[in-house]
């Protein structure tokens, strides 16, 4: 399959397909007529890469995850501790927006708490 192909069917964004290709890591990628070729392993692989920028990794901590994964089982505990460490920054971060609609939500409180002594008092 080619890029194209494998863009259009998989909806992966060419800008992956071509930072996968350059990182050297498509043992499997063979190269017909000047155009890569990817298999079904290609496209696993392609899929976590998606899924590690989704969840905010960069392009050099995709290709350090990837480069680990490739090495094989020894490098679970690093894969790991890489995964742990993105998960408990997005646990910071949601704590942080928590904390932020907190203070919305008491901002918006305080609001209709006046507007319904404001109201009793024109009744009066």
């Known amino acids: 399959m080619t890029i194209e192909e494998a863009h259009s069917r998989y909806n992966i964004p060419v800008e992956i397909l071509k930072e996968y290709e350059s990182w050297g ?11 890569w070729q990817y298999d079904e392993e290609d ?3 392609l899929s976590l890469i998606m899924t590690l920028h989704d ?3 960069s392009k050099e ?3 350090s ?9 020894n490098t679970e505990a690093k894969r ?3 995964l742990d460490a993105h998960r408990n920054g997005t646990l910071d971060e949601i704590h942080f927006k928590q904390r932020q609609l907190d203070r919305l939500d008491y901002l918006r409180y305080k609001i209709r708490q006046d507007q319904k002594e404001n109201e009793g008092e024109m009744k009066q």
């Open 55 to 57: 969840v905010g990794f």
């Open 61 to 63: 901590e995709v290709e």
């Open 80 to 82: 790991m501790k890489m």
């Open 43 to 45: 496209i696993e692989r």
């Open 65 to 73: 995850y990837m480069r680990l994964l490739l090495e094989g089982e």
């Open 25 to 35: 890591l498509c043992g499997a990628v063979k190269t017909v007529m000047g155009a």
